[in-house]
């Protein structure tokens, strides 16, 4: 059997690398920050991210997914009850992965990869109709700023003549 090619692995074969995954998204929901290696936080990243989605759908269904997929009852009620209601209004971008350099055995490099619970600001969004005036209202502004500035110039040459009579 050809090795995927869907990213690195990371040892052994893949139900060994879908139970470490899983291992991993239940430590994250668990202590909401752990620290790992770059390429786990990376392969993990779209595990957490999509248990997360089911957890912000809230109904059996998905809640009964992310059971096939963590296994642990306790991981899953804290990820539908505590996390998905601090989360709703995030449309994505669940975590941050933060580098924090080389591990000294093997040099390996380590991250942090934490849950972004911060509430999200919404963005306001202007009419298109506006959004296209706002251009041609910007051009306009520096022209009518450049004619007070050469007249200011033009008054300092007046000014300077008139010492240079005296």
Do not use: C, W
């Amino acid at each position: 059997m050809p090795t995927p090619t869907k990213g690195p692995r990371l040892g052994g074969g893949p139900a060994h690398e879908r139970h470490m995954l899983a291992n991993l998204a239940a430590a994250l929901f668990t202590h909401k920050s752990i620290k790992t290696t770059e390429m786990r936080a990376k392969r993990l990243r779209p595990v957490a991210e999509r248990l997360i989605t089911f957890a912000k759908k809230g109904d059996l269904h998905n809640r009964r997914r992310a059971l096939g997929i963590i296994g642990d009852k306790t991981v899953i009620h804290e990820l539908f009850t505590v996390i998905a209601p601090q989360v709703e209004n995030r449309d994505g971008g669940y975590t941050r992965i933060t580098k924090l350099g080389y591990r000294k055995g093997d040099n390996a490099s380590m991250v942090q990869m934490e849950l972004v619970l911060e509430p999200v600001t919404p963005k306001k969004k202007a009419p298109k109709a506006a959004a296209k005036a706002e251009p041609k209202a910007a051009a306009e502004e520096p022209a009518v700023e450049e004619a007070p500035a050469e007249e200011v110039v033009a008054d300092e040459v007046a000014t300077e003549e008139t010492a240079e009579e005296k």
